[in-house]
């Protein structure tokens, strides 16, 4: 399948054990099923893309439905994707996550947990004020924010005190550890934004992992030194007898 991506559901966090014994952490996403909802041309829309939707949705405007009739499914979220071949899609086919497999690269797009209003030492790691001196109140103060006469007002874009979290965040270079068809989940490794049953968006970066780099035995024998050409030359004896001075 030549989708880009799928819309998935984060599930949470947990351990993955290798084969050979080592752990990872790891990030749980349901993905999908999702299905297509519309086919975007480039002679009718100007581009080539396919819509897809995911998750129930209970209320739904007129327009929204109506859009939705043809896919035969009422859904909450709606996202495009690129395609490389139109061809091998048609409103109303499902996608699972069998179009992701195991070691691809991708970057998974969520939204971060909101932490409401937050000062500067959380906001934006301030480390306060001085504790001695009297100034028992300044351990968590922001600090001067701007000079009086000039320029007399603060500067746009001063590190303050405001709304934490809540906004869309983009992690690349994740690796896909495993896929499970059967129930529908992605193991991508490390941490991924947003809180458990956050909507997450999973999209190919187009490269696989690179392999680990596999160092040559060395086959050098006790007593051997290794040349220029990386051959192995017999070493002088280290109790070689100098030479008779005539």
């Known amino acids: 399948m030549t989708i880009s991506g799928l819309l998935g559901r984060k599930i949470g966090m947990t351990t993955y054990y290798r084969e050979d014994g080592s752990t990872q952490a790891v990030t749980a996403i349901e993905v999908g099923p999702c299905v297509i909802t519309q086919v975007k041309t480039k002679a009718r829309d100007g581009y080539e893309a396919v819509q897809i939707g995911f998750g129930k949705a209970k209320n739904l405007s007129k327009p929204e ?5 043809r896919s035969g499914g009422r859904f909450m979220h709606l996202q495009e994707y690129k395609v490389k071949d139109l061809g091998e899609f048609e409103v109303g086919k499902t996608l699972k996550v069998d179009v992701f497999q195991a070691g691809e690269i991708v970057r998974v797009t969520g939204r971060s947990r909101g932490m409401g209003f937050q000062g500067g030492v959380k906001r934006h790691n301030f480390h306060g004020g001085p504790k001695t001196h009297g100034q028992s109140d300044r351990q968590r103060a922001p600090g001067s924010i701007g000079s009086t006469t000039s320029p007399g007002h603060v500067w746009k874009g001063t590190k303050m005190a405001s709304h934490m979290g809540n906004a ?11 896929t499970d068809p059967e129930k529908n989940i992605l193991l991508i490794s490390g941490a991924v934004p947003g809180s458990a049953n956050g909507i997450v968006s999973i999209e190919k970066l187009g490269r696989m992992k690179k392999k680990p780099i596999v160092q040559k035995k060395d086959d050098r024998k006790p007593g051997q030194a290794k040349t220029a050409g990386g051959g192995a030359a017999a070493a002088r004896p280290a109790a070689a007898a100098a030479k008779p001075k005539k």
């Open 65 to 69: 439905a109506g859009h939705l009739e």
């Open 168 to 178: 869309q965040v983009t992690i690349r270079s994740l690796e896909i550890v495993k």
